[in-house]
């Protein structure tokens, strides 16, 4: 089976650029997530999806991230600008809709803002 | 009152020893804790988990011990090996949903 993937792996960009993450998760996983994991801590859930649907994205920085999950399988998450502290991992995670316990993750895209 | 605090941030250990990992939490609704094991440049990776009704859980080297009413569960990885080098955290959610990470602590296994 295989798991999910992300792309790019790394992406060094400039402040007030925009970026975008893609993540595609396992097949048959209902529910995606997006976690920020800042160096030195632990992943922080930015958005879940169940399907197509945005179930919590209480701490997605509106302003600035927006993420998008058409015909409930892929999914991108996008910057726009970014800042100094978006700096980080961002992982993509997936689960079945009865099973949300158990979550599998991405090997993550590292984000480098200059 | 949404924090998992994780303790030590770093942990070094002689091959075949003990690492104990030690979380706590305040939520008393939380009613799931996993541990995960992060190895570098890779996604994090369930590893052990454990709900309140119980207060251990051993799966070959790795035992959850969870203490309800002190609001604590650790991690025990038993003759520890250099495999096992890698970041660990602890997570706690309500009903299956978001998972609240700790910090992490960095697992140093010398031979």
């Known amino acids: 089976e295989a798991g999910v993937a992300q792309s790019p792996r790394y992406k060094i960009i400039e402040k007030r650029q925009s970026v975008a993450f893609w993540c595609n998760p396992i097949?048959?996983?209902?529910?995606l997530y997006w976690y920020q994991q800042i160096l030195g801590q632990g992943p922080k859930l930015l958005i879940q999806?169940?399907?197509?649907?945005?179930?919590?994205d209480s701490q997605l920085p509106k302003d600035r991230f927006s993420a998008e999950r058409l015909k409930g399988v892929d999914s991108t998450l996008k910057i726009q600008p970014a800042k100094l502290e978006d700096s980080a991992v961002y992982l993509c995670?997936?689960?079945?809709?009865?099973?949300?316990?158990?979550?599998?993750f991405g090997p993550g895209t590292r984000l480098t803002v200059t | 009152q949404q924090q998992v605090k994780q303790s030590p941030q770093s942990l070094i250990v002689q091959k075949g020893g003990i690492s104990i990992i030690n979380c706590a939490y305040e939520n008393t609704a939380f009613d799931y804790f996993p541990w995960y094991q992060q190895f570098p440049g890779k996604g994090p990776a369930l590893l052990i988990a454990?709900?309140?009704?119980?207060s251990e859980k051993k799966e070959g080297r790795f035992t959850i011990s969870f203490n309800k009413s002190a609001k604590q569960f650790s991690l025990h990885i038993m003759d520890s090996q250099p495999g096992d080098s890698a970041t660990y955290f602890c997570?706690?959610?309500?009903?299956?949903?978001?998972?609240?990470f700790g910090t992490g602590t960095r697992l140093q296994v010398f031979p």
């Open positions: 995670a997936s689960s079945l809709l009865l099973a949300r316990h158990e979550q599998y």
């Open positions: 454990i709900r309140p009704d119980v």
């Open positions: 097949s048959g996983h209902a529910t």
């Open positions: 997570a706690a959610s309500i009903a299956t949903d978001k998972l609240i």
């Open positions: 999806f169940q399907n197509n649907g945005v179930v919590d």
